[in-house]
C-alpha cells in the first residue's frame, strides 16, 4: 500500500486530520463569518487571502454567496424566507441536508446580488475561485493522497464532509433548536458550549445573534471562543484590526438615578436586560401565583412562554398564556410592563430626551406597582451605565 511521502501512525493521521480541519473552520469564523460577513474586523491582505485560497481547497465555497446566504439568514431568521431555519423546516433537514439547503439559497442570483455586496471581486476571484470552485476540492485530493497515500482518500473525505456537518449541520439547526441562551433574541438562536475546539467559536451562536457584529462570540467567563483567541493573535502580529465587540456591561451601584448614560446602557444590553426580567420578575411572580393554583397545569407550562420573546410563542401557546394572564392579576402586570419595556427601545424617538422620559416614567411606574420583584428591577437599572465610574 503505497503510504505517501508521510507514513504516520493511526494517532499521526487522527492529528494531521484535527490539523488541517482546524484550519478551515478557522478559516470559516475568522474569514467567512467574522471579517466578510459582519465586518466585525480588518485582515491584512495576505492573510484574507490565504483563508480565501484554503477554503477554495477545503470546500469549494464561494465567499460571496456564503456571506449572501448567511447575511439573509440573519435578516430573515425563523421565517419561510430564512435559508436554513429549523424552526420552520424541521431540524433533521437541517442538521443532515443543511449544507444542500444552503446552495439552493446560493444558487439564486437575487440573495447574492441583494446581500453579497463588498465580498472579493478581482481577477482571481472571477476567473479561479468564483469559476472553478470545484477545482480546489480536487487539488486537495491529490495533496492528500501525495501525503498521506492511500489512507489520504480517508482524510479528504473527512475535509470534505467537517464544514458541510458541523457549520451547515450542526451550527445552523442544533443552534436554532437545543442549548443555553444568555440573550432573548427574537430568533431562536441557542448556545451549544462547549464545542468550541471543533466549531471555532460558532457554537456560541445566541451570543452571536444578539451582537451580530462582534468580532468577539463569547460573553459569560466561562466561554471560549477560540476563534477569538486566533483574532488576538492576528491583531498581535499586525494582522488583524478589531472594528467592534459587543459592548461590556457596567453596573455602577452608587449610581442612584437614571440618566441618559442609563437609557443608552438600557437600549445596548436590551437583549441581556430582556433575559433578566425574564428571571428576576417573571419567573418569581410565577412561582408566587403558582402557589395559589396548585393545580393549575397552566402555571408549570408557563415557565417557558414567559421568558421567550413573544415572537417564538406559537399561537396555542398564545391562546393559553392569554387565559392565565386574565387568571393572575400580578402576572399580567409585569407582562404588560415587559411589553412595555420593549416598546422603549422599539420606537424611533424625536430625541434621546424623549428615549430618557420615557425609561424615567417607566422606572417610576415599576417603583408604584407594588410588585417586589418589578420594583426591585426597576431600581437596579439606575445602575446600568456605558461610562467607567
Not at 478581482?122 to 486537495?140: A, P, Q, V
Not at 442544533?174 to 475546539?197: C, K, M, Q
Not at 437583549?271 to 393549575?296: D, I
Request: with cysteine; proline share 3%.
Amino acid at each position: 500500500m503505497f503510504l505517501g511521502l508521510l507514513d504516520l501512525s493511526f494517532w499521526g493521521y487522527l492529528a494531521a486530520i484535527l490539523l488541517l480541519t482546524h484550519i478551515t473552520i478557522i478559516s470559516v469564523t475568522v474569514y467567512l463569518h467574522r471579517h466578510q460577513a459582519h465586518r466585525a474586523l480588518d485582515l491584512h491582505p495576505a492573510l484574507s487571502h490565504f483563508f480565501r485560497f484554503w477554503l477554495w481547497l477545503t470546500t469549494g465555497i464561494i465567499t460571496k454567496e456564503w456571506a449572501a446566504v448567511h447575511r439573509k439568514h440573519h435578516a430573515k431568521c425563523e421565517t419561510e424566507e430564512d435559508p436554513h431555519s429549523p424552526q420552520m423546516v424541521g431540524i433533521h433537514p437541517v442538521l443532515w441536508r443543511g449544507a444542500t439547503l444552503y446552495r439552493v439559497a446560493a444558487r439564486n442570483p437575487e440573495v447574492t446580488e441583494k446581500y453579497g455586496h463588498g465580498t472579493p471581486d478581482d481577477w482571481i476571484e472571477r476567473n479561479l475561485y468564483t469559476k472553478h470552485s470545484y477545482l480546489g476540492i480536487g487539488l486537495m485530493l491529490l495533496i492528500d493522497l501525495g501525503l498521506f497515500g492511500v489512507p489520504g482518500l480517508l482524510v479528504w473525505a473527512i475535509q470534505m464532509h467537517w464544514i458541510p456537518f458541523f457549520a451547515a449541520g450542526v451550527i445552523n439547526g442544533l443552534g436554532h433548536y437545543w442549548g443555553y441562551r444568555n440573550y432573548e433574541v427574537a430568533d431562536a438562536s441557542t448556545n451549544l458550549f462547549p464545542w468550541g475546539i471543533l466549531i471555532g467559536g460558532e457554537e456560541l451562536h445566541n451570543n452571536h445573534h444578539a451582537y451580530g457584529s462582534s468580532a468577539k462570540l463569547s460573553s459569560k467567563w466561562y466561554e471560549f471562543d477560540i476563534g477569538w483567541m486566533y483574532i488576538r493573535l492576528f491583531q498581535a502580529l499586525k494582522l488583524a484590526r478589531v472594528k467592534k465587540v459587543a459592548p461590556k456591561l457596567l453596573i455602577r451601584p452608587e449610581k442612584q438615578w437614571v440618566d441618559l448614560d442609563t437609557a443608552r446602557a438600557v437600549v445596548a444590553h436590551r437583549f441581556h436586560l430582556m433575559t433578566s426580567y425574564g428571571r428576576k420578575v417573571m419567573l418569581p411572580v410565577l412561582k408566587e401565583e403558582a402557589a395559589h393554583f396548585s393545580g393549575n397545569e397552566l402555571y408549570r407550562r408557563a415557565r417557558n412562554w414567559l421568558v421567550r420573546h413573544e415572537a417564538l410563542v406559537d399561537a396555542k401557546a398564545r391562546q393559553e398564556l392569554k387565559a392565565l394572564l386574565e387568571e393572575s392579576h400580578r402576572l399580567e402586570t409585569v407582562y404588560r410592563f415587559r411589553q412595555q419595556l420593549q416598546e422603549i427601545w422599539s420606537q424611533a424617538w424625536s430625541s434621546q430626551e424623549a428615549l430618557l422620559q420615557a425609561l424615567q416614567d417607566w422606572c417610576k411606574r415599576a417603583e408604584e406597582s407594588g410588585i417586589k420583584a418589578l420594583q426591585d428591577f426597576a431600581l437596579s437599572l439606575r445602575g446600568y451605565s456605558l461610562q467607567q465610574a
